[in-house]
């Protein structure tokens, strides 16, 4: 037999032992966790819309219309007025052809890759890529070929590299959810067109956040269908519902449908997920003070964070890692901040490189400078004693 223990035990001893937490509450910056209030800075809800009262309001009446499940595949029975409203708001919202509903994004990665690449072809990927976007490449078969984080030169040259007839995918995070920082899309961009390859932006980070009316970083940069033909991400971030889309040109999202066999076989999201999502792109449009607001916080958050002499890495979104490089120290650290009421979540590998493990800050337009100020002070308090 295998001894599952051992392996357990060494994990714990090298600090890369993970504990869930129970929350008692409604998603929000002050969660009930284990029983006990926190300020919490470690979730994706970037517009603080998981709990926002219209957004329920949108889901309960579709319950009330339409059940809470869908009860089938989108391609037997489940595919409700709701999914196709839904589908084409989010076309209209980013700008292509049409859009194409998944219950997470892991699976809308998957469904990408198993409908447009086998095993004699390419998938080139950033080194910080999200685990989702290196497993769907792994899993359909495709070489993989990872080029270091946001070096646009060496994708370049291994594009160059390669004169098969193979179909060819450059695959990015939109914002690196780990570091925070932006990939240089419209480079990759033409980059990939020059060399007749597909460009794929996932934007779960940047989505509902970035650009003008927080269409994500696509907008932000001004990069069409044609310049960048595949746009994923989720809505269990910002928009603050569930699951994912895919996003481009008739032909992509026909080919995904009768394709794609994370799409194919797997049952529909709730309708009421759909509604909700409505709403929700309909508050982001709207509301741009909440993006306004975002952005002021990250601004104070790193003027305060100078301020105590604690190194920062190069992020201008939501995503502000503080790196400490042990895990051990790293989950200490976070362990002394939920003591005091705040919670912060410890990353270590293999979610990041080893080495590299770090706090992982994340803020809301939910948030109040006073919330960052109590953050700062206490990590100016613990801080010196982890280095």
């Known amino acids: 037999m295998f001894d599952l223990n051992s392996e357990l035990e060494n994990k714990r001893r090298a600090g ?22 926190v300020l919490s800075f470690c979730s994706n809800d970037y517009l603080g819309l998981a709990n926002h009262p219209d957004i329920k309001r949108a889901f309960i009446q579709a319950v009330e219309s339409y059940g809470v499940g869908s009860g089938s595949a989108h391609l037997i029975n489940g595919h409700s007025q709701l999914h196709h409203d839904c589908e084409q708001h989010l076309a209209e919202f980013t700008g292509r052809d049409q859009a194409l509903l998944f219950s997470t994004g892991y699976m809308a990665n998957l469904a990408i890759t198993s ?9 080139y990927q950033d080194k910080l ?10 899993i359909c078969g495709a070489r993989l070929v990872r080029y270091r984080h946001n070096d646009t030169e060496q994708l370049a040259a291994l594009l160059q590299e390669n004169q098969s007839e193979s179909r060819k995918l450059v695959m990015t ?3 690196f959810s780990m570091d925070g920082d932006c990939a240089d899309l419209t480079e990759i961009s033409r980059i990939s ?24 970083l696509l907008e932000q940069l001004e990069l069409s269908q044609q310049q960048v033909p595949i ?29 794609a066999r994370p799409y194919i ?26 993006r306004e607001k975002l952005q002021e916080l990250i601004t104070y958050f790193r003027e305060r964070m100078a301020g105590i002499d604690v190194e920062l890495m190069p992020s201008n979104t939501a995503i502000q890692p503080i790196v400490t490089g042990d895990n051990n120290r790293t989950l200490e650290l976070s362990n002394k901040l939920m003591r005091e009421g705040i919670h912060v ?28 100020d109590q953050l700062v002070n206490l990590l100016a308090r613990f801080y010196p004693d982890q280095q």
């Open 265 to 290: 076989y797997t049952t529909a999201s709730p309708p009421a997920i759909a509604a909700a999502t409505m709403c929700s792109l309909a508050i982001i449009e709207q509301e741009a003070w909440r």
């Open 16 to 37: 890369l032992f993970r504990k869930r937490l129970i929350n008692n509450s409604a998603q929000g910056v002050r969660p009930t966790i284990d029983g006990r209030q």
């Open 193 to 216: 067109a020059r060399h007749q390859s597909w460009c794929m932006v996932d934007d779960a980070h940047g989505f509902g956040v970035l650009g003008k009316t927080g269409a994500g």
């Open 345 to 372: 979540g410890a990353i270590r590998p293999p979610t990041v490189p080893v080495g590299s493990a770090r706090l992982r800050v994340t803020l809301s337009a939910a948030h109040e400078k006073s919330d960052i």
């Open 173 to 175: 995070d939109g914002v």
């Open 231 to 259: 746009l994923m991400a989720t809505l269990g971030k910002a928009v603050g519902t569930a699951g994912a889309f895919v996003a481009g040109s008739d032909d992509l999202i026909e080919t995904l449908i009768q394709q």
């Open 129 to 138: 890529n999200h685990a989702s976007l290196i497993d769907a490449a792994k």
């Open 115 to 123: 409908a447009l690449l086998g095993r004699h072809d390419f998938a």
